[in-house]
């Protein structure tokens, strides 16, 4: 039998200098008084570098900078340990949509300042909705901002990340980018991405996936995937899973991110942690044992309802 068992082993990240492990910390709640935890930012800050997962991602615009200042807080009480990373986006100027070269800059240069460094190992583009494909590769666009900060030494590498797999596929076959981040387009219930994801992995690019409970779904938290409100036949299905989980021994958090954890051309998988406790249980989950035999079972459930249709 072969199971799907822990690997504590780091693996580099396609081809960038960055050593990754199979699971990053996301902070898209750090500092947001709305995700409701409790927690001080700065001390929950401090828990992730000092956890044992090697990357904390974050981005410009989480929690409107907070998520930025906390990790930047916690950096300046304690360091940056010699084995983490701390990789974040350029977005999109709040009030006016403006993402140009001179925006990425901006979003550079706030990113750095809030989090204290001089440079970073990788800085992704993110959520470019405000322009089109063709703006974003244009003379004076995002691109030409992000790789004129990659040629300049102050990022080691450059992504894209976002959510819409058909967008997504225009940037990656451009052959620009260093890395991937898709995130709610690979999980138990939405496989679109795997395309995408084979298409970055034949150019050599390091792989993200994030967001594998889909926002809360597969994580037994509510009934929304991806932000949006699951039509009943996709909650049908998800309680079919669980049920076969139950049979197997297992719960489905578990299962949500083994389906992950187990892709070879994912290089790491981005959960989410807003709470202390969510560390720990996040441990317990990559510590579950998933027998291969699962996965044929889970096969023979069909094709879930999907919620999106990018």
Not at 178 to 196: F, I, P, Q, S
Request: net charge negative; proline share 5%; charged share 20%.
């Amino acid at each position: 039998m072969t199971d799907s068992a822990p690997s504590t082993s780091l693996r580099t990240l396609g081809g960038t200098a960055l050593r990754v492990s199979p699971i990053s910390l996301g902070t898209s709640s750090l500092g947001n008084p709305a995700a409701g935890s409790g927690a001080d930012p700065v001390e929950l800050a401090a828990m992730l570098l000092t956890g044992p997962f090697t990357v904390i991602d974050t981005s410009n615009n989480y929690a409107q900078g907070r998520s930025e200042t906390a990790l930047g807080q916690a950096i300046a009480a304690h360091g940056l340990p010699a084995d983490r990373e701390i990789v974040t986006k350029v977005d999109a100027d709040p009030d006016t949509g403006r993402f140009d070269r001179d925006r990425v800059w901006r979003s550079f240069e706030e990113s750095t300042g809030r989090l204290g460094l001089d440079r970073l190992p990788l800085l992704h583009l993110h959520d470019p909705y405000t322009i089109t494909v063709e703006e974003a590769f244009g003379p004076g666009g995002a691109v030409r901002g992000l790789t004129e900060l990659r040629d300049q030494g102050l990022v080691d590498a450059i992504g894209i990340a976002a959510g819409e797999v058909t967008m997504m596929t225009r940037y990656v076959a451009a052959g620009v980018f260093d890395v991937l981040l898709t995130h709610n387009r690979y999980t138990l219930v939405d496989r679109r991405a795997e395309a995408l994801i084979e298409q970055a992995t034949e150019l050599g690019m390091g792989v993200f996936n994030a967001a594998p409970f889909g926002g809360g779904l597969l994580a037994g938290r509510g009934d929304r995937y991806a932000y949006r409100t699951s039509p009943p036949e996709l909650l049908a299905w998800v309680d079919r899973v669980r049920r076969l989980c139950e049979e197997w021994g297992l719960t489905l958090p578990a299962v949500a991110l083994w389906f992950s954890l187990r892709n070879p051309l994912v290089h790491s998988t981005i959960v989410g942690v807003n709470r202390p406790e969510r560390l720990g249980q996040l441990q317990i989950l990559y510590a579950t044992t998933v027998q291969e035999e699962f996965w044929a079972a889970l096969d023979a459930l069909g094709t879930p309802v999907s919620t999106l249709d990018d």
